[in-house]
């Protein structure tokens, strides 16, 4: 597998991650029948209410935290493989690391299981950062 194949597929699997807690979100939403748009209270047959019920907020923060570590990795690692000529070994267990850091991440979130979540979320953010490192040593060596 090349490092471009990697972050490809590292890519399409955070992506659905990412789908998945927001597709969960409404699901949740719609499992408690609260929403804040009064069209959904006729079509769907929700409760009207302006502020989230518990359930709905722990996937939305869940979401929130796979949006705003996802998409700044995605970032750096694709300039990573794209100029910094990475071995594509150090790549695929690189990126492959993250993904699984963040999947993990995800489903303990949901099930309010700590530490594990911030285990997942700390191991995240390390990878993220030996990416930068990695990419940095790549473009000045």
């Known amino acids: 597998m090349t490092a471009l194949q990697a972050y490809v597929v590292c890519t399409c699997v955070l992506v ?7 597709v969960y979100s409404g699901a949740v939403r719609g499992k408690v029948k609260n929403t804040p748009n009064e ?21 939305l923060r869940a979401h929130t935290n796979a949006m705003a570590n996802i998409v700044p ?21 690189v990126l492959g690391a993250f993904t699984l850091f963040r999947l993990g991440h995800s489903f303990v979130y949901l099930g309010g299981k700590q530490p594990w979540r911030s285990i997942f979320w700390a191991l995240g953010l390390l990878t993220t950062l030996i990416t930068v490192v990695l990419l940095l040593i790549g473009v000045f060596t």
């Open 16 to 22: 659905l991650n990412m789908l998945g807690l927001w």
């Open 39 to 59: 069209e959904d209270v006729r079509a769907q047959g929700a409760q009207l209410s302006l502020e989230e019920p518990p359930e709905v907020r722990r996937v």
């Open 73 to 93: 990795f995605l970032f750096v690692a694709y300039l990573y493989v794209s100029v910094a000529s990475p071995k594509p070994l150090t790549a695929t267990i």
